[in-house]
């Protein structure tokens, strides 16, 4: 067919390539059964049009393959020209001109037929497929269950474990997820259209265990894109789809709140080892520091409480894993077990985290406070003795934060734990009221007005914190008041009786300088020290401490604040800066300032060992209480139960010492509330 010289090749091979209606373009394979002329070729559809449907798809099909395989042949017949004649040419390929014509000669032509064949076929398909699976449920289940699904699930699990396997190496942890969730969702839909309804939950439980039981671990713990990167790096989206997904199969979110615990953990302890450096590396006094750990690392801890808060809310939907281990930050400092404790159990310079944080709110709710914040910003930052100390000094700037933050406290530690605040501020309330009532008693009865100003706050013993009441000798001048006072009590009621605690009363007293007159704010300590040197020029210290029946650390106290402090409103003998029991005072009649109103503070007392030295007396009756009730419902119990099931009940309150719980079960036992079995010494057993 061919000649020998190149020439005639080429001659022959652009008549070819020029010849689209012959073998090329139409082939042999596109000719009717009939004999036709030469249009057949160029429409190169005729055997085409005469079939619909499946058979003709089966011919289209038949017909492309033989095309491909023609078409690859003369591609090897001519390749030396192909490769460059065609180049030299700027020519489209042998194989590129062959399917271009299959395209333009025949399939634009019968494309539409093409379509709608196959759309008919795919439902006809669908159609008995449903058919068949339904016969199958509306038969016997079994036969469905065990002739399709076993295998279908079997198949789905290969398929998927062969999936996972590459993406696990190759795919970051978002995108690995990203497949996982698509491929979920595209099993689901596949159950709905093709499926009975009872295969979902077996379908979706293979692909779950293949894509993320599996690899749970591996994806969870990937260096740059695992959980603790999600988290490091604010992945809001990432981290939501996660619970989505480990939140379907079995113990799937465990790892994830493990791993989110060990975060926060990691960044709380973080903030303390960045307090306790700036706090070495300050050059300041204690309180300075104390100051810079208030503004800086309780600010930065409530931050990172709100932050880590969002999480557990918005992308673990507040789930109990989560919650758990990061309740509210305020509870949990006053001693819950879990989230924030492992960081703010720790000291910060001498001060542990509870303090500082107690601090911080007290400054918030005070009048003139160094925080001066909104309504709303008050409401959102709180999340105790020093809570008394502000309602009965009329510190408070706003009631209502006051009940707020009880609120929270009460929510978190039970009303147990509020029971002594101040009964929710409603007994504040009610001393107010009383108040009122006296002034309008001494209005109407003007023979028993003790001439002095007095405002009484009756509190309820039991709400309210136990303090060290003495036996003031008053001067005559407050004796009147005290008499005064009584006698309107008595009018309310005769069944409660009044302790008179000194020691958080406030007194106004005009000083008679020489120079001036200047108002005295002081206690009712001071104001009694300094009323006794109206009647006297010269007092020793062991006549001061006599007349006033106060103990040597009270005196101590009271005159080293009017003799050695600021205001030396009396004079001392000899002229030392510390108080002995040798010591001589007289008033200082020229004494001045340039203020005409001056407040004399008393020396602050270690309130942190008193407040530490309290809340072990009551962590000890809380002890005794919860060993009590364990006992009394169980009767008969050993050493290692009862202890476990001590803490277990405490650990919403404080977390209590084991050592602790052995010396109040000694307790116990010496005052018959228990006893040890005779025979078993680690046995315990109550006594009703």
């Known amino acids: 067919m061919w000649s020998d010289t190149p020439e005639s090749m080429i001659h022959e091979f652009e008549k070819l390539l020029n010849v689209p209606k012959a073998l090329l373009t139409s082939g042999h394979w596109l000719k009717s059964d009939k004999k036709s002329d030469h249009s057949d070729y160029s429409c190169g559809t005729a055997s085409l049009r005469e079939k619909h449907d499946e058979f003709m798809l089966r011919e289209l099909v038949k017909r492309w393959l033989n095309h491909k395989i023609m078409v690859r042949w003369l591609s090897r017949f001519f390749h030396y020209l192909d490769r460059y004649f065609i180049a030299r040419r700027s020519l489209p390929a042998l194989k590129e001109v062959g399917l271009t014509c299959f395209r333009d000669l025949v399939y634009q032509e019968i494309n539409g037929k093409v379509r709608d064949a196959v759309i008919s076929l795919v439902c006809s398909v669908i159609t008995f497929l449903y058919t068949i699976l339904s016969s199958y449920s509306s038969i016997e289940m079994d036969y469905y269950e065990n002739d399709f699904e076993a295998a279908m699930l079997k198949d789905t699990a290969a398929y998927y474990s062969r999936k996972a396997s590459n993406w696990i190496l190759d795919d970051s942890c978002p995108d690995y997820m990203l497949k996982a969730e698509e491929c979920l969702k595209r099993e689901k839909d596949r159950v709905s259209h093709y499926l009975h309804s009872s295969s979902e939950t077996k379908l979706l439980e293979k692909v779950q265990h293949e894509l993320l039981s599996v690899y749970a671990t591996q994806l969870l713990e990937k260096e740059h894109s695992g959980c603790h990167a999600l988290l490091r790096d604010d992945k809001v989206e990432d981290l939501s789809r996660m619970y989505r997904l480990f939140s379907k199969i079995p113990r799937g979110l465990e790892p994830v709140a493990n791993i989110f615990k060990q975060h926060v953990t990691a960044e709380g302890t973080a903030l303390v080892k960045q307090a306790e450096d700036a706090a070495s590396n300050k050059k300041a006094d204690k309180k300075d520091v104390v100051g810079l750990q208030e503004q800086v690392f309780v600010r930065k801890v409530i931050e990172l409480h709100d932050k880590f808060m969002a999480y557990v809310n918005d992308c673990f939907l507040n789930h109990t894993l989560f919650h758990k281990d990061f309740p509210n930050l305020f509870g949990q400092l006053i001693g819950s077990q879990r989230g924030f404790e492992v960081f703010c159990n720790k000291g910060v310079a001498g001060s542990s985290s509870a303090e500082l944080l107690a601090t911080f709110c007290d400054n918030i709710l005070k009048k003139g406070g160094s925080e001066k914040l909104s309504d709303e910003a008050i409401e959102e930052t709180l999340e105790k003795e020093k809570l008394a100390r502000r309602l009965l000094f009329d510190k408070s700037a706003n009631d209502e934060h006051e009940r707020s933050i009880l609120t929270k406290l009460k929510q978190q530690c039970g009303g147990q734990f509020t029971s002594k605040n101040g009964g929710d501020g409603h007994r504040l309330t009610l001393a107010r009221e009383n108040q009122a009532s006296f002034e309008e008693y001494l209005s109407n009865n003007l023979n028993t007005n003790p001439g002095i100003d007095l405002t009484v706050t009756v509190l309820t013993t039991g709400f309210w914190p136990s303090y060290k009441s003495f036996d003031l000798n008053l001067p005559a001048e407050m004796v009147k008041c005290v008499e005064v006072f009584r006698e309107f009590y008595q009018t309310k009621t005769k069944h409660r009786k009044l302790t008179w605690i000194y020691s958080l009363g406030t007194c106004?007293?005009?000083?008679?300088?020489?120079?001036?007159?200047?108002?005295?704010?002081?206690?009712?300590?001071?104001?009694?020290?300094?009323?006794?040197?109206?009647?006297?020029?010269?007092?020793?210290?062991?006549?001061?401490?006599?007349?006033?029946?106060?103990?040597?650390?009270?005196?101590?106290?009271?005159?080293?604040?009017?003799?050695?402090?600021?205001?030396?409103?009396?004079?001392?003998?000899?002229?030392?800066?510390?108080?002995?029991?040798?010591?001589?005072?007289?008033?200082?009649?020229?004494?001045?300032?340039?203020?005409?109103?001056?407040?004399?503070?008393?020396?602050?007392?270690?309130?942190?060992?008193?407040?530490?030295?309290?809340?072990?007396?009551?962590?000890?009756?809380?002890?005794?209480?919860?060993?009590?009730?364990?006992?009394?419902?169980?009767?008969?119990?050993?050493?290692?139960?009862?202890?476990?099931?001590?803490?277990?009940?405490?650990?919403?309150?404080?977390?209590?010492?084991?050592?602790?719980?052995?010396?109040?079960?000694?307790?116990?036992?010496?005052?018959?509330?228990?006893?040890?079995?005779?025979?078993?010494?680690?046995?315990?057993?109550?006594?009703?």
């Open 508 to 688: 106004n007293i005009n000083g008679k300088f020489e120079p001036k007159t200047i108002e005295l704010i002081v206690t009712t300590y001071q104001a009694a020290a300094l009323l006794l040197f109206n009647a006297a020029d010269r007092l020793s210290y062991q006549e001061i401490m006599a007349q006033l029946n106060l103990s040597d650390d009270d005196v101590v106290r009271l005159l080293h604040s009017l003799s050695c402090a600021k205001y030396k409103i009396l004079n001392k003998e000899p002229s030392t800066k510390t108080i002995s029991p040798t010591d001589v005072f007289e008033f200082n009649s020229k004494f001045t300032d340039k203020m005409r109103r001056i407040k004399i503070p008393l020396p602050p007392v270690d309130e942190k060992k008193k407040v530490i030295e309290d809340v072990d007396k009551d962590r000890r009756y809380a002890i005794d209480a919860s060993i009590v009730r364990i006992m009394k419902s169980r009767k008969v119990l050993g050493y290692q139960q009862l202890v476990m099931e001590c803490v277990e009940q405490l650990g919403r309150m404080f977390k209590p010492d084991v050592k602790a719980i052995k010396k109040r079960i000694e307790d116990l036992i010496t005052r018959d509330y228990l006893e040890r079995d005779k025979d078993n010494p680690n046995l315990f057993k109550y006594l009703a």
